[in-house]
Nanobody, 124 residues
Framework: VQLQASGGGLVQAGDSLGLSCAIS????????MGWFRQAPGKEREFVAG????????YYAESMKGRFTVSRDNAKNTVNLRMSSLKPEDTAVYFC??????????????????WGRGTQVTVSS
């Protein structure tokens, strides 16, 4: 299984940006998916998660209402729509896949596969 995040870039505070994660593998639709981010000098942190069906989503508290995670199993992609971006959202964003339903969505150990990240920079 290979994951590749894309869509990052340089935006201004208040802008919106969409990220996408393409996943290879025939069983994508059975994976739970998560987004994490890592800012310079900080630990990697959970952003959002989505169940295999897309029926349930989970967000870190600071992202609720601003970020939206979705998936398209037909296209093997999971997306993260970010709005009202702040300079503190600047980070490398990673997507991750879990072969099971995470008990703790925010725990990196719950995920089996990780992609290379994509840089998001928000200027003030």
């Amino acid at each position: 299984v290979q994951l590749q995040a894309s869509g990052g870039g340089l935006v201004q505070a208040g802008d919106s940006l969409g990220l996408s994660c393409a996943i290879s593998g025939r069983t994508f639709s059975s994976y739970s998916m998560g987004w994490f981010r890592q800012a310079p000098g900080k630990e990697r942190e959970f952003v959002a998660g989505i169940t295999w069906s897309g029926g349930s989503t989970y967000y870190a508290e600071s992202m609720k209402g601003r970020f939206t995670v979705s998936r398209d199993n037909a296209k093997n992609t999971v997306n993260l729509r970010m709005s009202s971006l702040k300079p503190e959202d600047t980070a490398v964003y990673f997507c991750a896949a879990s072969r099971s339903l995470p008990r703790w969505w925010s725990s990196q150990g719950e995920y089996d596969y990780w992609g290379r990240g994509t840089q998001v920079t928000v200027s003030s």
